[in-house]
């Protein structure tokens, strides 16, 4: 008996049926870990200026203005990653 490679036996599972992959297994995987480096991405921009602006606001006594504002720019930073994420997934190797 033939053994099947691994992208043959994820496409022959049942669960798996009906779901056309336009690039194969390869696709898959590049739209799995970008999927899961945006929320990963954005909740470390977001806490790293918590933590952040709460250490600054207690240094400099401002508080509660570099943690707001850290915070702040850790989502808009997630924001231009979410962009560029974005448009990393669309692209194809062919167009790289």
């Known amino acids: 008996m033939q053994e ?7 496409i022959d599972c049942e669960w798996f049926e ?20 945006i929320p990963a991405t954005f909740a ?19 508080s509660p203005w570099l943690q707001l504002l850290l915070m702040f720019g850790g989502m808009v930073l997630s924001g231009f990653y979410f962009a560029y994420a974005l448009k990393a997934l669309g692209m194809t190797d062919d167009e790289k």
Request: hydrophobic content about 45%.
């Open 4 to 10: 099947l490679g691994l992208e043959r036996r994820i």
């Open 18 to 37: 009906g779901f056309e992959m336009k690039e194969g297994l390869s696709a898959w995987i590049k739209a799995v870990s970008l999927g899961t480096s």
């Open 44 to 62: 470390g921009l977001v806490m790293g200026g918590f933590y952040l602006g709460r250490y600054l606001d207690r240094l400099l006594n401002t």
